[in-house]
């Protein structure tokens, strides 16, 4: 494969990705989180805009560099997330969907500081809503969605009952267990998938899968 990078490519096109982990907060001093980089969404974003497409970046926390041209939108939950994607959707043409949302919240965020009493704690949290799949039912005819995935197993089988169930058109799957893959990571080692076709592709640096994923896009954008 070659992931010659052109600079034309997406000229006049509007990219919106998420990128990083959310935040659920607990009490005003802690929250719940993962350990979601951001690495790969902003890698992306940076392709994105390297090929010539005007690029929105709807962040989770993270530590990195907003990538120069890039409008960027932070958010702290999932909540404030799914806000600022259905927001920002409705002017995109891609939306790549990279952040690692947190499933649940904590049911109640307290006011005060929770106080140490008894040995144990239970908490109790509830869903957050699937931004990716209210993204994949509200799509319109010409928008391109690409989802994520993380497996730790059946990886494939797995991905593509989300890609399905998310109605996406193209999705990137990792296996957390692979060395070179996940979370801290310069590389992925992913397989991509569409509706008719799967490839297990070997070590990829983030930027270059960012190129692969935008001109698979385009491609799937051409054959409509
Ligand atoms: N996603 C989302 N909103 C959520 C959870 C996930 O938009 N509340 C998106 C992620 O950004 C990713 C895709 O859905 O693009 C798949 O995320 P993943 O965690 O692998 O799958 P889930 O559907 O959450 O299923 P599970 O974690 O139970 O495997
Ligand atoms: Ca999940």
Known sequence: RNYFLDESLLEG????????????SLDPVRYITNHSSGKQGYAIAKAAKRMGAEVTLVSGPVHLPIPEGVKPVFVTS?????TAMKEESVQADYIIMAAAVADYRPAVAAQDKIKKTGEDLVLKMVRNP?????IGQHKAPNQIVCGFAMETRDLDQNAREKMIKKN?????????KT??????TDTNVVT???????EHLPKIAKEDLGVLILKTMKEIEKER
């Open 78 to 82: 999932a909540q404030e997330m799914f």
């Open 179 to 184: 060395p070179g893959a996940g979370f801290q």
């Open 192 to 198: 991509i998938m569409t509706q008719d076709h799967l």
């Open 130 to 134: 699937d931004i990716l799949a209210w």
């Open 13 to 24: 096109k509007r990219v919106l990705i998420s990128a990083g982990p959310t935040q659920e």
């Open 168 to 176: 996406c058109d193209l999705l990137i799957a990792n296996n957390l």
